[in-house]
């Protein structure tokens, strides 16, 4: 018993980080429209960036989300002023190749600056670990989960108290609402797609210290947020971390019961998001 609950805490805590991630994902679906393949590139340069401000600058990682914030935001706006704009309507298939290439270039030039092997930051406090009772906590996971939960409820009340939030929620659920409410919608697409690259970027630089920063590390994380995104539905912000949540716990337990259940653990995002996939098609039939 005490095996089973410390697996659901462990899938708790990553629950945060994955429910970031998704979220900026699911913004970038919702509201823009776009199928972003590159978003998990997001993720991998916040984790740079995190790396890179420890290792010549000594700066602890807990300051460097503010910077991966502001960092990831200014570059997602860029990225959608420069190539998503363009192909906003254009063929949807257009739109996932460019996004595809665009995930293609980032890592390899990531190779050709970092190399191929892993950085890890390590603060004095990176193995530490909290007792509750019979449970253990490891710090880094849990200060995460803590500031995932933090950053999302920030989103939320952004999202539901400010005229550019409630833009961004109608624009989710119709595509012609900026216009009715008086507001640019290009405005509003910039401001989504870089919320969506500095939710990233912030959960980079929490990876960075939880497991590692690689060139492909982003990649992983942009299948993984797919499928939580077609777990909670398309545009349905607030079943996100339900569904985050799932896939954490479904990996957890296949890590932890599963002979060999390490080497599974990244196959589990394809079995939730075919049975996401089949369940949808099942109710629309």
């Known amino acids: 018993m005490?095996?089973?609950l410390q697996t659901l805490l462990n899938g708790l805590l990553l629950s945060g980080v994955y429910a970031l991630v998704a979220t900026g994902l699911a913004l970038s679906l919702g509201v823009v429209g776009i199928v972003n393949f590159a978003h998990g590139e997001f993720?991998?340069?916040g984790a740079f960036l995190s790396y890179l401000l420890f290792a010549f600058r000594g700066l602890d990682p807990l300051l460097s989300l503010g910077l991966a914030f502001l960092a990831a935001f200014?570059?997602?706006?860029?990225t959608y002023q420069g190539l998503i704009r363009p192909v906003l309507k254009a063929p949807e298939l257009n739109q996932m190749l460019l996004t595809f290439g665009l995930a293609i270039l980032l890592q390899?030039?990531?190779l050709l600056l970092?190399?191929?092997d892993t950085r890890?930051?390590?603060?004095?406090?990176?193995?530490?670990t909290l007792a509750l009772g019979p449970f253990f906590l490891g710090a880094v996971p849990l200060g995460a989960f803590l500031l995932s939960l933090a950053t999302l409820l920030l989103l939320q009340v952004f999202l539901s108290r400010?005229?550019?939030g409630l833009a961004m929620r109608a624009v989710a659920q119709n595509r012609q609402a900026p216009g009715l409410l008086g507001i640019e919608a290009e405005r509003v697409y910039l401001?989504?797609?870089g919320l969506a690259a500095a939710l990233a970027g912030v959960a980079g630089v929490m990876l960075s210290v939880m497991l590692y920063a690689s060139p492909t590390v982003g990649f992983a994380f942009t299948l993984k947020s797919f499928a939580i995104v077609a777990l909670a539905g398309l545009g349905n912000l607030k079943g996100v971390v339900p569904a985050a949540f799932v896939l954490a716990l479904a990996e957890a337990l296949v890590s932890t019961y599963l002979p060999g259940g390490g080497g599974l653990v990244e196959a589990v995002f394809f079995l939730v998001l075919f049975l996401a996939l089949v369940g949808r098609a099942w109710r629309e039939a």
């Open 162 to 164: 400010s005229r550019l």
């Open 120 to 128: 890890v930051v390590a603060p004095p406090y990176q193995a530490t």
């Open 74 to 78: 200014l570059v997602g706006g860029l």
């Open 114 to 116: 970092f190399g191929a």
């Open 43 to 45: 993720l991998m340069m």
């Open 108 to 110: 390899n030039l990531a």
């Open 191 to 193: 401001l989504a797609f």
């Open 2 to 4: 005490e095996l089973l």
